[in-house]
């Protein structure tokens, strides 16, 4: 008796890991393709928007789901091999950050993962999705509406500077957004006659040499164009602007809290933290086909009134009223 007990006993401590085992499922892994730098404090990865939206939606890194990661770090041709890494890894979904450049690699890479994309301002001229409101296919995610921005913020930098006959106009040539965005700018230029020239930096060196060249240029006023490569480098620009005491607008907040002077574009974290609510949705089980591409509702107007008094420029009211917040 003793002995067949021992016998049951131990075949069911073999049987019931087995069973436990069947039962679990693996955690989803999320690929993340980023055309920017990784953050200095990694931890910051966790406590940030998409992981935020993505906790609404249930979902915990470490918990009920893992990240890999994979970073550009603004060069631009890195993009196809890492989202061929994540698609040939066979990751559950893959968020792209950083324009269409990551959306477009990771499109390339895989017809039947989900993507969730960001900061795309033409996500259907750039052939991700069929429409807005269907967007077909594997791919969904969040415009930017940077290009139709891009005309405003120089409009705001006009008025700040309204003596002003040239503003500057920096780009990095790499970014399949320049001509496009360029464009609209010219238009807004014409419409407000001032000349403006363009200055080309793709690396850290070559941003030096553009903000020497701005006396040269006579430019009174300096328009950042949205671009994971500078917007990476808020801090530098920030300094690099007080350095040769242009004033400079980007559509960054990150730029004027960093002493930039004014700053001007969609709130991208709430943008991020919806992206990361609808990867939630598609774990869940709905389709990237079936969730609309959404563009921004909320804008930010940021204003450092310290770099305003250092290079000894009034804020006009109109523009103060109009400020979500303003940095003294």
């Keep these: 008796m003793h002995r067949r007990r021992f016998i049951a006993l131990l075949g069911g401590a073999l049987v019931l890991p087995r069973v436990a085992s069947a039962q ?30 993505m906790g609404e939606a249930g979902f915990v890194e470490g918990q ?10 603004g060069h631009y041709d890195r993009l196809p ?9 066979q990751v559950d979904l893959i968020v ?18 989900p993507i969730v994309f960001t900061d795309v301002a033409d996500p259907v001229g750039y052939g991700l999705v069929a429409s807005l409101a269907r967007p077909g296919g594997n791919l969904t995610g969040f415009g930017s509406l940077s290009r139709e921005m891009a005309p405003k913020r120089l409009e ?28 609209t700018t010219r238009e807004a230029a014409r419409a407000k006659g001032v000349q403006l020239p363009v200055l080309k930096a793709r690396t850290e060196s070559e941003l030096e040499i553009a903000f020497a060249s701005l006396g040269q240029l006579q430019a009174g006023g300096l328009l950042l ?25 980007s559509e960054l ?20 933290r919806q992206a990361g609510i609808y990867v939630g949705r598609i774990l869940k089980g709905e389709k990237p086909a079936d969730l609309p ?18 290079l000894g420029l009034t804020i006009p009211p109109s523009i103060l009223a109009r400020a979500d917040e303003v940095i003294e």
């Design 96 to 113: 792209t950050l950083g324009g269409s450049t990551p959306a477009l690699a990771a499109k390339n890479a895989t017809s039947t993962i």
């Design 293 to 310: 591409v959404q563009q921004p509702t909320t804008f930010e107007l940021v204003v450092n009134l310290n770099t305003a008094k250092a």
């Design 225 to 249: 164009l949205p671009d994971p490569f500078l917007n990476s480098r808020s801090g530098q620009l920030a300094a690099l602007a007080s350095r040769y005491a242009i004033p400079a607008i």
């Design 24 to 53: 679990q499922k693996p955690m989803p892994v999320i690929g993340q393709l980023s055309a920017f730098s990784p953050p200095a404090n990694v931890g910051d990865l966790v406590r940030g928007p998409i992981h935020q939206g």
């Design 64 to 73: 009920n789901m893992m990240w890999e990661y994979r970073w550009a770090e």
């Design 81 to 89: 091999a890492l989202a061929a890494d994540l698609a040939s890894r």
């Design 253 to 272: 907040r990150q730029f004027a809290a960093a002493g930039g002077l004014i700053s001007y574009g969609a709130n991208y974290n709430a943008l991020a």
């Design 156 to 183: 705001l930098l006009c008025e700040l500077v309204s003596r002003a006959t040239v503003i500057a106009l920096l780009v990095n040539p790499d970014n399949v957004r320049v001509e496009g965005y360029m464009g």
